[in-house]
């Protein structure tokens, strides 16, 4: 079982950028794609991105295409989400997690492990 913790969340205003980590430890291996979710209030949990195990696969909602990008460092066991050109509409609870399977998936139910969740909040 792997564990979670993601970071990096915040206030900031439309247009601005943030940078949020998902430290993962709790498993040797590096053999899981890492993806990353949000939650409005009142909305169901989204896909926003995933990157596979050999980071060379990297799928993004259309909503953040062009602004986010998913990346992954190997030797700190680490994934990050860089958000640029912030909007309202991506005000979110933003969760990491982990697919242990080789094949990509893009829904919550193909992730088997989750962080606690870091807030982003983005003014107009």
């Known amino acids: 079982q792997v564990q979670l913790v993601e970071s990096g969340g915040g206030l900031v205003q439309a247009g601005d950028s943030l940078r949020l980590s998902c430290a993962a430890s709790?498993?040797?291996?590096?053999?899981?794609?890492l993806g990353w979710f949000r939650q409005a209030p009142g909305k169901e949990r989204e896909f926003v991105a995933v990157i596979d195990w050999r980071a060379i696969i990297k799928y993004y909602a259309d909503s953040v295409k062009g602004r986010f990008t998913i990346s992954r460092d190997f030797a700190k066991n680490t994934g990050y989400l860089q958000m640029n050109s912030l909007k309202p509409e991506d005000t979110a609870v933003y969760y990491c997690a982990v697919d242990p399977r080789l094949r990509v998936g893009t829904r919550a139910a193909d992730f088997t492990s989750w962080g606690q969740g870091t807030q982003v909040t983005v003014s107009s």
């Open positions: 709790g498993r040797t291996s590096s053999h899981y794609n």
